[in-house]
């Protein structure tokens, strides 16, 4: 198909030159006229499209339920986007800084109460002189609560404790906010709190308690979203204190300055407001606080002074300026400290992200009856610990009110009031100023650090706190703070108002502050069912127009809302665009819900087990009970068929099983049996009802225990936690309808709605996934046709596939949620090993079945059981959660040996079978083992392979080591079982032991995890026996030495033991006599250390990357395994003797989530091919049936492949003929945000010298220097782009660092690409200190400022290489063929063919290095960043290869040393085929499927449907006599998008199945249609200095890879207001003119950006190699008059430059741009990542290397200043 090309040529007549003016003018820039609210917000230029700033700012900060409305009043309410002055006035002057916001507190309700505003960070009150209706009436409205009804004074509703914000008020009753009405003025009065006005409301609820609903919610303040910077953040530093200093921004990782053009006190007021640091009393400029070391990240930053951050004020784009470090921009604010500096750890840091620096900071109140009283506890680091009370007053609670929305202090107890806590002290000496919107922003002593005890633990009461009796701590709601229900947007937030609750009502969007209406054109219930969903209401019921809710009031912000149903989020789904509608509010739309179901659950509770009980659902939050009025064995028929135990036998009120404490939630249930859920029954109403607790209804169930009943407390409550599995939270899964939990029908809880499984392909291999998540065992049966009974919910899976390995179900290969074929006959079912014949086991021993784990080998343990001590007993693995035995089939003291080195019990004695300990239990997890005895793990030896095995439980295996004890074993039977769970156990399942800082896992710090953190032991009474445990625990051999006093590093965490007096024998540290947990007398610099036998000494042997110390004597027979260290090495089996012939063995590499692999191979020597195809290994990322084959050798290579996520696999296969020695093969892990830079306060050395170091986590770190040398420093300066390495320094050169060490030992070949690719000691782990730094000069600056216009660049390599082929033939070659290619060639050759075809590539001549590791070429099935490689083609080889679309890429590399010939290749194209076709249009694809072909395979035209078409009528074919024709959409009919390194895919399934019977004779087809759209494209754009060529066509078809077909249009306009695109040919104009641009993506999907990276000039229409400049480059502006405009839609790029040509004998300029295609709100996408800077040596896919001719420019006519030579 190929790029088409069309060149757009305008004709400029050159004229004479006009005195233009510079960028726009100020007068023009509406944008610093309007507050930040408006949508026409600077941050749109930046790629953003909407404004990162939250307008809820103070409301987030005070917990205030009220959603603050526009401060733009009538003029949003009019429809005008820009207020006029008179507004502005009014809503940003009066409204304060932070915001304004309203609520009515101390009624019953939101709407009535005392009327109170927050002006200023502080709710304050409204005097009562002149109150009246009128007032009134405009407080009811603007809350949304109807009209007034009473307008009472006198303190009516109590006396507030604020300030008095407002007087006389005199509104006419028709304004839209209440500080609109004439008053006295802000603060101006003459009043008491006695005088505070109330409101009741014709809304306002008459019950006394208070709805769920009204109680105040916290809205987490948004992350400003500019391009991809999540983790922008505000300082100031060098000035004395944290409120005056140098302004900093952190950007990209990376503090920058902010150069002080145009700074002025509007810039420093946002500032100060930003950081909580009043107003701004000096903007100072010149560097008035000392210059900078970092980028310059803004520059002519123009605030108006009302935005909430820096970054939202207009300003020239991120790095970009003309500035200087000597014109730093600084702040003095009013409020710095004048009491004594806190710790700098200690400032909160203004993230634009979560509550507090940290963010899984949390806050309650515990002990003291409701949640707005008790004693305070804050979540820090994973556990909840106390506040000490030094210091403590009404201030610090106050915070502590505010922040849980319970109003203001009444009383700040100390002294342990509500009973002394158990975990950390961790706030001591908290000094809040009663303003700070978290508590933990307070100063105090630091994380940690105090000087109390329990008996100190503060606490707070809150107004809000009710006076009732003090219920048990335990059933206290948590309040959990959850993300609002946003989508890409963090400031998007969707309600249903007016409907009486909150699951129906008119749709309301809160966009950019304010909340607006939905119109009803096209609305229908595919709309409404994502709102239902996305606000956990169920499905829609209706889906009502015309304002059946009544009119809003606000901006109608959507229209033409076209959801497929599917979507997460409403504004998801494709529609006009914001606020582009044409409705008025008589259109709005409305929907009805069937419920909030999917935060509903069901229990009973105090009955013995799960099937008997006091009835109780959760509700918001919290489990209530049912009132028993009507209450009978149909409501309870429905509560055990919910809960699948069967039938009701009894239906008991008058709390029977006790009185419950929460609230009551329902009364009046009247069921008719039939209903799925019981809150779907006839009922009063949700809280609704007249009963009390001793009422409260319960169930027994025939499926119900007769053994006597536990102690309530003792009942285990399954808590699933969110899966990480799309956007579904809350799946879940459960057998019903089985005889008990381990059977049944299968169903998974699918966005709130139990629903069936379908059994199309439903085997073992699924059920054994189901039985392992249940933790049910394995499967014995997988049954189908419904066997355990049909269900009555929807069908959410279909076509399961499992491999068996699987965590979770919905985890395997599937057709999608809710895509199915089938009915419920089909249903599936399962039966599982435990399934209960016996009586079922207590509840507190079932398994929880979560659904998150830890990867699934990352929790292999082994254990020996039944055997008297630790040392000897039946050999138990914990494979997959459940622990299994191991079948003594070649089973020996060789196996046994490894077993007991394992577990550090010495060496085996004894090698039992025949069950010697008795029999296990649970699955047989390993047979035939077969260890040499030297591995360092049971599950390393051969073996048959997980869960593979011909064995009864009367073969399995046991051990005796030679640390067993003497004593006579007891008959098995008699034995306790010795439980040791995945880690080294105590009596605490969650008690952890390690030894950190010492260079390997044998020496080091001795730290244990407990309560959820890592703390260190003190030395006192430290010595060799406390040692000794801790070696022998560990697996270390014995204790060499035990220092103290740090000699490992003091460390951060609480310490957790003292005095440990252990006697040697103990099996764990925590067993020893000790003070107490976390009783101590102690500081860090007192932390014990520990030096272990086994401790490697040599840290720069070759082998220290082995997980551990291992014996290599003999050779090593392993053939595959699973490696889950961070790194290690394995090998070919009897490496390095020859392996032998028909190997097969294939290596699972699993690493942490978050981090990535690379793997290497010290020696690689096998039988030679050039295609690999008799002995090889091949290198997979992920799975070894996964498509992405990275890479397939057979000859020696340097090469390291790196995976893209945490899983690699490795498969070695051999033939029956030749053998060789094999493979020697290494891994490491990084993690995946590691980023490099070089860091240096010496200007002089230049960007590309300084400090090395690596970004991880949020903290930049250093590489220590120990084997630094200029190899290392290589590969740092090619990874930065700085050229060759000069000098590797040491010994801190560049200073000493400051964050952790994070590579040590690092050791490269100096090929690597990346620092971490290199072999190291693994992330964290170091034997030095800061004065160690590693550090580089490299020969070159990559971020060198580039030259001003027309600047000579003639690149390093004389040679072109690479490019883009669009012909349906052709041929190239490597450069300078058939002379010798150069040295670090990196070429890359597109090939695009038309629709439909595929390429053909054949190789001619290949003459390259030797072997095929050093100089070769890659062929790729596409854009060779993202797509399979076909082939590596190296010396000699010849051959052809064939893609399997329209697309191929060739890649060729050399390295530095020896050169060839080189190669020359062929390709061509031919037509694919043709029973199938595609194409992709702009609007939809277009798939056609041949009839004949069809009936070919025995189908009929009808047969073929879209597999997801729902029935709808746009996804039906039309069929034609020859053909069947599909007109697919991009965004519906099930389409579904994702995007990779190069593409953007629209994918879709054509499926044609054989109708239902029992038995099948044909194959299903299943059809995949994908239309990949490049998105880094070439277009050729021109404008002509010549009045003699007219414009062609001012559109440009930008045809994309793989049947893509992008449509751009653009056009020249007459202004920057893009009003007027010129009309006129030829377009005259003059030199140096202001020329505006626009382009704009015509395509159907809604949701893509359209980016302008590389536009390139040239007096030539078809050469851009000889003569150019850089408009701009990879995002990068090279030429100072180009300019962006915002642009009302992701869809448009503007930008703007002034006329220029080059010479006067050269009157045409040609422009050559690249345009990037992304999906919208992607801040991983190349469209949000603004200038990147690339290597010099990296050359693309396209000729981005451009040859220019020497300047300067010279002009007959004056020339422009920007023209004149530097």
Sequence with gaps: MGISTVILEMCLLWGQVLSTGGWIPRTTDYASLIPSEVPLDPTVAEGSPFPSESTLESTVAEGSPISLESTLESTVAEGSLIPSESTLESTVAEGSDSGLA?????????????????????????????????????????????????????????????????????????????????????????????????????????????????????????????????????????????????????????????????????????????????????????????????????????????????????????????CGHSEDAGVICSAPQSRPTPSPDTWPTSHASTAGPESSLALRLVNGGDRCQGRVEVLYRGSWGTVCDDSWDTSDANVVCRQLGCGWATSAPGNARFGQGSGPIVLDDVRCSGYESYLWSCPHNGWLSHNCQHSEDAGVICSAAHSWSTPSPDTLPTITLPASTVGSESSLALRLVNGGDRCQGRVEVLYRGSW??????????????????????????????????????????????????????????????????????????????????????????????????????????????????????????????????????????????????????LDDVRCSGHESYLWSCPNNGWLSHNCGHHEDAGVICSAAQSRSTPRPDTLSTITLPPSTVGSESSLTLRLVNGSDRCQGRVEVLYRGSWGTVCDDSWDTNDANVVCRQLGCGWATSAPGNARFGQGSGPIVLDDVRCSGHESYLWSCPHNGWLSHNCGHHEDAGVICSVSQSRPTPSPDTWPTSHASTAGPESSLALRLVNGGDRCQGRVEVLYRGSWGTVCDDSWDTSDANVVCRQLGCGWATSAPGNARFGQGSGPIVLDDVRCSGYESYLWSCPHNGWLSHNCQHSEDAGVICSAAHSWSTPSPDTLPTITLPASTVGSESSLALRLVNGGDRCQGRVEVLYQGSWGTVCDDSWDTNDANVVCRQLGCGWAMSAPGNARF???????????????????????????????????????????????????????????????????????????????????????????????????????????????????????????????????????????????????????????????????????????????????????????????????????????????????WGTVCDDSWTIQEAEVVCRQLGCGRAVSALGNAYFGSGSGPITLDDVECSGTESTLWQC??????????????????????????????????????????????????????????????????????????????????????????????????IEVFDGPYRSSPLIARVCDGARGSFTSSSNF??????????????????????????????????????????????????????????????????????????????????????GTFKQADNDTIDYSNFLTAAVSGGIIKRRTDLRIHVSCRMLQNTWVDTMYIANDTIHVANNTIQVEEVQYGNFDVNISFYTSSSFLYPVTSRPYYVDLNQDLYVQAEILHSDAVLTLFVDTCVASPYSNDFTSLTYDLIRSGCVRDDTYGPYSSPSLRIARFR???FHFLNRFPSVYLRCKMVVCRAYDPSSRCYRGCVLRSKRDVGSYQEKVDVVLGPIQLQTPPRREEEPR
């Design 102 to 322: 309203l609520r009515l507190v101390n009624g019953d309700g939101r709407c009535q109460g005392r009327v109170e505003i927050l002006y200023r960070g502080s709710w304050g009150t409204v005097c009562d002189d002149s109150w009246d209706t009128n007032d009134a009436n405009v407080v009811c409205r603007q809350l949304g609560c109807g009209w007034a009804m009473s307008a009472p004074g006198n303190a009516w509703f109590g006396q507030g404790s604020g300030p008095i914000a407002l007087d006389d008020v005199r509104c006419s009753g028709h304004e839209s906010y209440l500080w609109s009405c004439p008053h006295n003025g802000w603060l101006s009065h003459n009043c008491g709190h006695g005088e505070d006005a109330g409101v009741i409301c014709s809304a306002a609820q008459p019950q006394s308690t208070l709805r769920p609903e009204s109680w105040p919610v916290r809205i987490s303040p948004p992350v400003p979203t500019e391009g991809s910077e999540s983790s922008l953040a505000l300082r100031l530093v060098n000035g004395g204190d944290r409120c005056r200093g140098r302004v900093e921004v952190l950007y990209r990782g990376s503090w920058g300055t902010v150069c002080d053009d145009y700074w002025d006190t509007n810039d420093a007021n946002v500032v100060c407001r930003q950081l909580g640091c009043g107003w701004a009393m000096s903007a100072p400029g010149n560097a008035q606080f000392g210059q900078g070391s970092g980028p310059i990240v803004l520059d002519d930053v123009r605030c108006s002074g009302h935005e909430s951050y820096l970054w939202s004020c207009p300003h020239n784009g991120w790095l970009t300026h003309n």
């Design 516 to 665: 607006g209406t939905v119109c009803d054109d096209s609305w229908d219930t595919n709309d409404a069912n994502v709102v239902c969903r996305q606000l956990g209401c169920g499905w829609a019921m209706l889906a009502p127009g015309n304002a059946r809710f009544g009119q809003g009031s606000g901006p109608i912000v959507l229209d033409d809302v076209r959801c497929s149903g599917n979507e997460s989020y409403l504004w998801s789904c494709p529609h006009n665009g914001w606020l582009s509608h044409n409705c008025g509010h008589s259109e709005d739309a409305g929907v009805i819900c069937s419920g909030p179901e999917s935060s509903l659950a069901l229990r009973l509770v105090n009955g013995g087990d799960r099937c008997q009980g006091r009835v109780e659902v959760l509700y918001r939050g919290s489990w209530g009970t049912v009132c028993d009025d009507s209450w009978d064995t149909n409501d309870a028929n429905v509560v055990c068929r919910q809960l699948g135990c069967g039938w009701a036998t009894s239906a008991p009120g008058n709390a029977r099983f006790g009185q419950g404490s929460g609230p009551i939630v």
């Design 1049 to 1259: 590093g003091q460390g951060s965490g609480p310490i957790v033991l003292d005095d440990v007096r252990c006697s040697g024998h103990e099996s764990y540290l925590w067993s020893c006599p000790h003070n107490g947990w976390l009783s101590h007398n102690c500081g860090h610099s007192e932390d014990a250390g520990v030096i272990c036998s086994a401790t490697q000494i040599n840290s720069t042997t070759t082998d220290w990357w082995h997980p551990t110390t291992t014996t290599t004597a003999r050779p090593s027979s392993n053939c595959g395994g699973f490696l889950f260290y961070a790194s290690g090495t394995f090998s070919s089996p009897s490496y390095p003797a020859y392996y032998p012939n028909n190997a097969k063995c294939v290596w699972e590499i699993e690493v942490n989530s978050g981090y990535r692999i690379n793997l290497g191979f010290s020696n690689l020597k096998l039988e030679a091919h050039h295609n690999c195809s008799f002995d090889y290994v091949e290198i997979f990322d992920g799975s070894l049936n996964s498509s992405l084959l990275l890479g397939k050798i057979c000859n020696d290579t340097r090469q390291i492949f790196t995976s893209s996520y945490n899983r690699m696999t490795i498969h070695f296969r051999s033939d029956i003929s030749f053998q060789n020695t094999g493979f020697l093969a290494w891994y490491n892990s990084f993690p995946s945000d590691a980023t490099l830079r070089l860091v240096n306060l010496n200007s002089s050395y230049g960007l590309c010298a300084g400090r090395v170091e690596i970004y991880h986590g949020g903290t």
């Design 1448 to 1533: 191929m890429s060739i890649r060729f590399i050399s390295d530095h040393s020896i050169t060839r010939r080189g190669f020359r290749a062929e390709y061509y194209s031919s037509p694919s085929n043709d029973s199938t076709n595609l194409l992709c249009l702009p609007n939809h694809m277009q798939a056609s499927v041949s009839r004949s072909y069809l009936q070919s395979l025995g189908f009929s035209a009808s047969d073929l449907v879209i597999s997801t078409w729902n029935g709808y009528y746009e996804c039906r074919p039309q069929i034609t006599p020859n053909l069947v024709i599909f007109t697919i959409p991009y965004s519906g009919c």
């Design 1697 to 1699: 430059f002034r006329a």
């Design 1319 to 1416: 072999r190291n000691r693994g992330w964290f782990s170091h034997n030095c200190n800061h004065r160690e730094d590693a550090g580089v000069i490299c020969s070159g600056n990559h971020l060198s400022t580039p030259a001003p216009f027309l600047n000579i660049t003639r690149p390093n390599t004389d040679y072109s290489c690479g490019g883009f082929l669009s012909q349906p033939s052709g041929d190239f070659s490597s450069p300078f063929y058939p002379g010798n290619y150069p040295n670090n060639a990196k070429c890359v050759w597109d090939i695009e063919v038309q629709n439909n075809y595929r390429v053909t590539v054949i190789f001619r001549d290949v003459q390259l290095e030797g072997g095929c590791n050093y100089d070769y």
